[in-house]
């Protein structure tokens, strides 16, 4: 059997839990590797080796950093296949997606690459006779990033890439269901010159989270996961003192207006809700038709969605995999088979799909859910599966104000032809990523990505400006030196004057 275990000072570590934890095969259902689950003191090791890197990384000169960086870049693009082939082989998404999450992950990398223009400074001279003013960024020191499992390599990569180039070190504690992609990022660091400990690798379950929460020398923690632990994770971090960006859940709109090109919408509601198996925290998850448009619209995501195949991620043909795990798969199917009863019309019911010589894997099919009720289960809840939420509004007012309702507030798109519409609802809808006839508004690596309300604990988003913000802190230097030509200013306790 595959073992994973840390990667702590730019070495495999085994640890000293003695305990492991099973990473299965969501498309088998089989066991097929053993992780390495963090004790007290592999946290203090992992900490320990990044803040004694961060000794020298921390005052290394930006060229210095970026040089690593590029050649890191280049490592991974020639490697995009391989990590691709772990994230299918432990999270299930097909070839296709897991390469798409590669290249998302790259443009945080290309991001970094460039830091140097994100960390100038700004100068005032002359603000007072002969005394200047300049404001500048320094890095924070150890930086923590915990990671879900639905983007094993791409999540890290929004943060870490950008922490090292501001001059930081890491300690990453990825998902324990899909270990494998994390140890081989960090890896291919090493190859690329990034010096031991300023990338760790630390695996482990709610023990090895709790440890860096606490621990005195980690400056700042990145999270991604479901809203109830980014609230605990933003709690107890900034209860110790550390700042914290955690990113939560979601329940993501589609309004879908009258004038719509409904073949277009449609197309996008299916990629969006059923792509990565749902599992992301961008999926669309509920359509809200406006008016006339929606027996139309339900049927025309229908027809294409019984149209999508489903295997092994690994399999060229297939176009959606299985879920994680199994108790995951049960509890998706679960809002399924109780929607019918709190007055949702089962369109499609995929809790029976099975695929052939694959029984034991986790699978199911596309779930389409109509006349679906705000007091519903599969509303009210983030399934994070392949089940999609049709609701019905008779105004483009009454979508909204549903919308804005939700305790969520990741993303959101808008399907019009209308641009006054589309320019209101940009302005109205309360949502920190907003599509207009895009479907999953993931924004690009040099813009910030992040929700509002019950989506978001912390001030800033993860990666672009808000990132590098985050992994920095200000300073502002006021400098005066003497002129030749200077007499002596004597004493003056009165206050600073600024003419």
């Given amino acids: 059997m595959k073992t994973v275990t840390h990667w702590i000072g730019g070495r495999a570590v085994d640890g000293t839990s003695g305990n492991w934890g099973p990473v299965t095969d969501p ?47 280049a490592l991974l693009d020639a490697h995009r296949d391989e990590i691709a082939a772990l994230i299918t082989a432990e999270h299930g998404k097909v070839h296709s997606d897991a390469l798409g999450e590669v290249a998302r992950g790259l443009e945080i990398v290309e991001l970094a690459c460039g830091i140097t223009t994100q960390l100038k400074g700004e100068l005032s001279t002359q603000v007072s006779s002969r005394v200047d003013v300049s404001s500048i960024r320094q890095s924070i020191g150890v930086v923590a990033g915990i990671t879900p499992f639905n983007f094993p390599a791409m999540v890290p990569m929004w943060m870490f890439p950008l ?48 440890g860096l929460l606490s621990h005195p020398d980690v400056a700042a923690v990145s999270f991604v ?24 859940g979601a329940k993501n709109h589609m309004l879908v207006l009258p004038d719509a090109d409904l073949d277009a919408a449609a197309d996008a509601a299916v990629s969006a809700a059923y792509g990565s198996a749902g599992e992301r925290c961008m999926a669309i998850s509920a359509v809200v038709a406006v008016a006339s448009v929606a027996d139309e619209l339900v049927a025309k995501i229908r027809e294409r969605a019984e149209k999508i195949t ?33 007055g949702a019309e089962v369109v499609l019911d995929g809790t029976g799909f099975t695929v052939e010589g694959h029984e034991d894997g986790h699978w199911i099919g596309l779930s389409l859910l109509d006349r679906v009720s705000t007091e519903s289960d599969a ?16 105004t483009y007012e009454e979508g909204v104000a549903l919308m804005n309702a939700s305790p969520f507030g990741n993303g959101t ?14 302005l109205e809808v309360e949502a920190g990523m907003v599509g207009v006839n895009v479907p999953i508004p993931v924004p690009v690596g040099y813009h910030s990505f992040g929700g509002w309300k019950d989506s978001l604990f912390g001030d800033h988003h993860i990666y672009g400006n808000d990132g590098v913000h985050f992994y920095t802190r200000g300073k502002v230097v006021t400098t005066r030196w003497p002129d030749p030509a200077d007499a002596p200013a004597g004493v003056d306790l009165g206050f600073p004057r600024n003419h």
């Fill in 27 to 73: 498309a088998t259902g089989a066991v097929t590797t053993q992780v390495a689950l963090a004790s007290a003191a592999d946290v203090d090791t992992a900490v320990a080796s990044a803040k004694a890197a961060y000794a020298t990384w921390g005052t290394s000169s930006l060229s210095a950093r970026t040089t690593v960086l590029f050649r890191y870049r």
């Fill in 163 to 210: 922490a090292i180039a501001c001059g930081n070190t890491f300690v990453l504690k990825p998902s324990e269901k899909d270990p494998s992609a994390a140890n081989l990022l960090a890896e291919l660091a090493t190859e690329a010159g990034l010096p031991d400990g300023v990338l760790n690798v630390l695996h482990g379950d709610k023990a090895a989270v709790e």
């Fill in 225 to 248: 996961g479901s809203t109830p632990i980014a609230r605990h994770i933003h709690a107890t971090a900034t209860a110790h003192g550390k700042r914290v960006q955690a990113l939560g």
């Fill in 310 to 342: 489903i295997g092994p991620g690994n399999d060229p043909s297939s176009e959606m995999g299985p879920l994680i795990t199994r108790a995951h798969r049960d509890k998706v199917a679960s809002y399924v088979t109780g929607a019918a009863a709190q």
């Fill in 379 to 394: 509303y009210k809840d983030e399934i994070f599966g392949p089940v999609l939420c049709v609701l019905r509004v008779d």
């Fill in 413 to 426: 798109a808008i399907f019009t032809r209308d641009g006054g519409a589309a320019r209101r609802f940009q």
